[in-house]
């Protein structure tokens, strides 16, 4: 971009170039306030240690258990990090011996809150029935260990797996919907 001289020279003398608000004497500018801190881009900070693997599967258990917004909430760790556990993953590869912890733990917590559930169910008699009182509070308690049973249940094996198979048939024609070409034989020449 070109411009010519009179706009050059006005621009350098106008009070809104900043060149004309540094002061000639370096001691009179005011102090500098300036504060470089270090770029942080996310994830764990320097002075967070790793996880344990019994940590992880804590964390990722308390999820499935609690959600994980109060997860995130109680334990400092990223809901994105949270996901990353609860599907048996760190740092976006899978883990197997996490993924085989977390089916253990799930499962016995599973198979707790079903014996519990059944035991409630159980505790509920005639006289309790008679005081509905106490069998509403004893059915909403096996509700409950219902809901934490179905939470920790794997998603992947419960339930049969069903196949569905498709066959695509060509249409079959009949030798009527065909045009007959009679065709003879010719002599040599």
């Known amino acids: 971009m070109f411009i010519s001289d009179e706009e050059a020279e006005r621009r350098l003398n106008d009070t809104a170039n900043l060149f004309r608000q540094i ?7 005011p102090p500098d306030l300036t504060e470089i801190k270090p770029l942080h881009r996310g994830g764990r900070t320097s002075d967070q240690p790793n996880m344990t693997h019994k940590e992880r599967v804590t964390v990722a258990t308390m999820a499935d258990a609690i959600g994980n917004k109060k997860t995130e909430e109680l334990t400092g760790v ?9 599907a048996g993953e760190v740092g976006h590869a ?3 011996a996490l993924a085989k912890d977390l089916r ?17 169910l159980s505790q509920i008699d005639t006289d309790k029935l008679e005081k509905m009182k106490t069998a509403r509070e004893l059915a909403g308690v096996a509700k409950d260990l219902s809901s934490v049973a179905e939470r920790m249940s794997d998603k992947s094996t419960s ?12 249409n079959s024609r009949e030798e009527e919907a065909y045009s ?10």
């Open 78 to 86: 990223s809901s994105a990090q949270i996901e990353q556990l609860k």
């Open 180 to 189: 007959v070409v009679d065709v003879e034989p010719q002599p040599a020449s």
């Open 104 to 120: 253990e733990v799930r499962t016995g917590v599973e198979e707790k809150a079903i014996d519990l559930v059944m035991s409630t």
């Open 23 to 29: 002061p000639a004497n370096p001691e009179d500018a």
């Open 159 to 170: 339930g049969p797996v069903q196949n569905n198979i498709v066959f695509y048939v060509p």
């Open 94 to 96: 899978p883990n197997m």
